[in-house]
């Protein structure tokens, strides 16, 4: 079936730094696709999300690119906090199916 | 609004219990989804709901069923407990519009089943 990946399972980064978290798809008919960042003991919080019609999207302290050509995704986060250090989660959605990938943990170091 | 509420938070069962996950949202959305999430793993679609009374398969149905008699409400039933069932169960809602898709999660439902 169809399915989400990611590039990188865990991500260390120092505070203050930016962090790149990384996800590829496959579904080339998905025309939305979210980030989530989900705490230990929490279910998932929205971060940011994109259509495909999109291929960069800012919010506060985060940026999603889109590379529809290559099917990838990426979350960028500017100045790395330690609240940041959680699991994130892309997701690819395609008329009422939402598929996830994996998930980064990201680790943010002192 | 109280967002997405699930109950119970934990559970345990043994092997051929049965249990209803109970999930409400306040938020008048139409969509409803249930996912399961396995220890360091992505979530998986189990069932989802575009209204009162009409539910569809998600990618990991066996094993579950679910209903949705009013907008509020989506109860996921596990008749048959089995331990491939221990996981964390997510609820969501969305309110589907011309541009907006996002899901709203509840806290999850630990299930544990000996």
């Known amino acids: 079936g169809e399915s989400v990946g990611l590039h990188l399972p865990t991500l260390s980064v120092q505070e203050g730094d930016n962090s790149i978290i990384n996800c590829a798809y496959s579904?080339?008919?998905?025309?939305?696709f979210i980030w989530y960042k989900q705490e230990s003991g929490k279910g998932p919080q929205f971060i940011i999300d994109i259509r495909s019609n999109m291929d960069k999207r800012q919010g506060q302290r985060v940026t999603v690119l889109l590379n529809k050509t290559v099917k990838h995704l990426s979350l960028q986060i500017a100045a790395t906090q330690p609240g940041d250090s959680a699991v994130y989660f892309c997701?690819?959605?395609?008329?009422?199916?939402?598929?996830f990938g994996p998930g980064t943990r990201l680790s943010v170091l002192p | 609004n109280a967002g997405v509420t699930q109950t119970p938070k934990f559970r345990i069962l043994k092997i051929g219990q049965s249990m209803t996950l109970q999930c409400t949202q306040d938020m008048n959305h139409n969509y409803m989804y249930w996912y399961r999430q396995d220890p360091g793993m992505g979530l998986k679609l189990i069932y989802y709901?575009?209204?009162?009374?009409?539910?569809d398969k998600g990618e990991v149905p066996n094993g579950y069923n679910v209903s949705r008699s009013t907008t509020e409400d989506f109860p996921l039933r596990l008749e048959l407990a089995a331990p491939s069932q221990t996981s964390v169960y997510f609820c969501?809602?969305?309110?589907?519009?011309?541009?907006?898709?996002?899901?709203?999660f509840g806290p999850g439902t630990r299930l544990t089943v000996l």
């Open positions: 997701a690819e959605s395609y008329g009422q199916n939402f598929v």
């Open positions: 579904n080339s008919a998905s025309d939305y």
């Open positions: 709901s575009v209204g009162a009374g009409i539910t």
């Open positions: 969501a809602s969305s309110s589907k519009t011309g541009k907006d898709n996002e899901q709203f």
